[in-house]
T-cell receptor
Framework: KAGVTQTPRYLIKTRGQQVTLSCSPI?????VSWYQQTPGQGLQFLFE???????NKGNFPGRFSGRQFSNSRSEMNVSTLELGDSALYLC?????????????FGSGTRLTVV | GDSVTQMEGPVTLSEEAFLTINCTYT??????LFWYVQYPGEGLQLLLK?????DKGSNKGFEATYRKETTSFHLEKGSVQVSDSAVYFC????????????FGTGTQLKVEL
């Protein structure tokens, strides 16, 4: 079966712009989570969506937002980009978002802010 | 809050050497524990997991035992290969943790011929 698909794989944006990243979960998975990975901060949780509702949010500023559609595909948006937003953004899908179901990660979107 | 502490890397080993990567955790409640692996340019792959105390997770020759008394989940492999070179992340999930994984900082493993 198809895995978690993230698009685009690479992105270069200018400071002050906004960006939208996309994640298509495994078919049948209803939970989508987003993580930011940087060399300095490691892997940090951004937010989780389940059946179009945000269930949990990490400690990130309001410039980071997301949504989930009825087909479980999710997007995350970052407005007013800062240099520090340069990171690998990873999406993970799960049947129900509980540990026993397991999380499957996509290959990520590498965002570079210049 | 929940946290995971991993040994600093990089860890450099010769092929066929024994591997141990230490992982300890702090959590409220009863966490599930995971090891993920990340190869260059890729996302995270689940390597193994354990959901309760004394459980042993295993996969591809890697093993880790959930030790509640020492709050540890050390990763071991008896004989590493060059293809095992990657970054390894220890992570936990708790029922009160809001449906998210808390990761350690990662340990880079380099295996040489």
């Amino acid at each position: 079966k198809a895995g978690v698909t993230q698009t685009p794989r690479y992105l270069i944006k200018t400071r002050g712009q906004q960006v939208t990243l996309s994640c298509s979960p495994i078919s049948g998975h209803r939970s989508v989570s987003w993580y930011q990975q940087t060399p300095g901060q490691g892997l940090q949780f951004l937010f989780e969506y389940f059946s179009e509702t945000q269930r949990n949010k990490g400690n990130f500023p309001g410039r980071f937002s997301g949504r989930q559609f009825s087909n479980s595909r999710s997007e995350m948006n970052v407005s007013t980009l800062e240099l520090g937003d340069s990171a690998l953004y990873l999406c993970a899908s799960s049947l129900g978002g509980l540990a026993n179901y397991g999380y499957t990660f996509g290959s990520g979107t590498r965002l570079t802010v210049v | 809050g929940d946290s995971v502490t991993q040994m600093e890397g990089p860890v450099t080993l010769s092929e066929e050497a024994f591997l141990t990567i230490n992982c300890t955790y702090t959590a409220t409640g009863y966490p599930s524990l995971f090891w993920y692996v990340q190869y260059p340019g890729e996302g995270l792959q689940l390597l193994l997991k354990a959901t309760k105390a004394d459980d042993k997770g295993s996969n591809k020759g890697f093993e880790a035992t959930y030790r509640k008394e020492t709050t540890s989940f050390h990763l071991e492999k008896g004989s590493v290969q060059v293809s095992d070179s990657a970054v390894y992340f220890c992570a936990l999930w708790t029922t009160g943790g809001g449906n998210k994984l808390t990761f350690g900082t990662g340990t880079q493993l380099k295996v040489e011929l």
